[in-house]
């Protein structure tokens, strides 16, 4: 009896432990250099230190104003510290970095031959940084869902950075752009 009993625990306790593989949440953002739209999935690493999440982000030709773009981005987000405003509500700064491939007709990963040798480098791989907020509402009693943020960041593409600093006709202003998103717990 014994026995049959501590197997049925053990079979319960796996029930609750997903793969590792099955995303903590599913992400969608507006904006902020990985798309006009972005959607993908995430990980909750370390317990609310790091969150990664592969993004596909979409932007129309009507945005662009020259092709449609598909990008592809790795997220990095990292909470500076989280302050609880009650027990199912907290608000945390966060800080990020992300790396986005640019699968559009005008980007390259490497020197097309008609361009100069050394004059040009590669224009499909960009390197984001990203300041911001997020507010979190746990969702305690619910089944299917265990939670929800909503954020807002501020951030910049290096070379947009590269462009503020050496060119005079390119602004600081112009190398920022802002993002709101919303991040569903599963």
Not at 1 to 20: E, G
Not at 122 to 133: D, E, Y
Request: hydrophobic share 40%; charged share 15%.
């Amino acid at each position: 009896m014994l026995i049959s009993l501590n197997s049925i625990a053990q079979d319960s306790t796996l029930k609750d432990k997903k793969s590792w593989y099955v995303p903590d949440y599913a992400s969608l953002q507006f904006a902020g250099n990985i798309g006009f739209l972005s959607v993908g999935a995430g990980y909750e690493i370390f317990d609310d230190v790091w969150y990664a999440e592969l993004l596909y982000g979409y932007s129309p030709r009507s945005i662009t104003e020259a092709e449609s773009n598909h990008l592809i981005t790795i997220k990095n987000t990292f909470p500076i510290f989280t302050k609880e405003l009650s027990n199912s509500f907290s608000i945390s700064p966060i800080a990020g970095i992300a790396i986005t491939y640019d699968a559009g007709n005008n980007t390259f990963t490497s020197l097309p031959g008609q361009f100069p040798k050394g004059y040009y480098i590669s224009n499909a791989i960009h390197l984001t940084i990203f300041g911001g907020f997020k507010v979190h509402k746990d969702f305690k009693n619910d089944k299917f869902f265990k939670g929800i943020d909503m954020y807002y960041e501020l951030g910049t593409v290096e070379s947009y950075l590269w462009y503020a600093i050496t060119s005079s006709e390119f602004s600081m202003s112009d190398a920022f752009s802002s993002a709101i998103g919303v991040n569903l717990y599963f």
